[in-house]
């Protein structure tokens, strides 16, 4: 995560539609554990809420619905809804 200030444990993010973010721990480098708040189910609104990362070079104002299979790794898992970052440019991923 990137913010214009230091983000703490116990910073409170807003998603909309009743959903925020809790961060609950920093790792470092960048990386935080955080904690999902929603009325229903966390993974629901993730699915809701969240776009497709598109690497860098693709620039396009808003994701196509089709970059859901196109930028899935190889090591994406169908039955857990797949990869939570888009591949790296020249990886192994096959586009469709």
Known sequence: MRASGRLRAGTRISLGQGASIVVADERGEG????EIETQGDPLAAVEALGETPLPPYIRREAPDPRDRAWYQTV???PDTGG??????????????
């Open 83 to 96: 990869s939570a970052a888009a591949p790296p440019r020249g990886s192994t991923s096959l586009r469709r």
């Open 31 to 34: 990386v935080f554990d955080v």
């Open 75 to 77: 090591f994406a898992r």
